[in-house]
């Protein structure tokens, strides 16, 4: 019984310790406070700059290729819905480790409708998500001589529910 104190305090501290290490958010800051920008993140002043060299450099090509086609103008830029977005990353996710395939980001492709598209979509330029990441590799074999993984796409089915429009950025 002269033993039992030293383990009733380790218990605490071991919950204390479990308290702040599982409790956190994923950032583990509790403060409230914003988190850092990930790497990549660029100024809005160079998001506008982009655009408008997008808009001076390929806009005048992109919309003679789909007056050819029938249409006055083409799209620019595709938005998504967040809440169809995180459902569609965490499908691509699941299906990913479902086929033994570790995903590990995302990549955009631009495309175009084709002429069988419906007349609002006919011949214009769209954009769909596909899964990126490599095969999944067991940490205990010992027969694994690569030493690179390859990050290409997945076989899971892009998402291509994005809406289109003609306006550059903002």
Known sequence: ??????????IIIGAIVTYFTICRDESGDQSGEPSKPPKGVISIQKATELSNNWTAYRKPAVDSCAQVAGQKTDDRCVSWNLKDLRAYLSYAESESKKLGYEMTGIRVNLGVYGA????????????F?????????SKASSLNLSTTLQHGDLPVRPYNKGTGGGHGYP
């Open 129 to 137: 998500i596909a899964p990126t990441g490599h095969k999944t590799v």
């Open 1 to 10: 019984m002269k033993n039992l104190g030293p383990i009733i305090v380790g």
């Open 116 to 127: 069988h598209e419906v007349p609002e979509c006919r011949n214009l330029t769209t954009m």
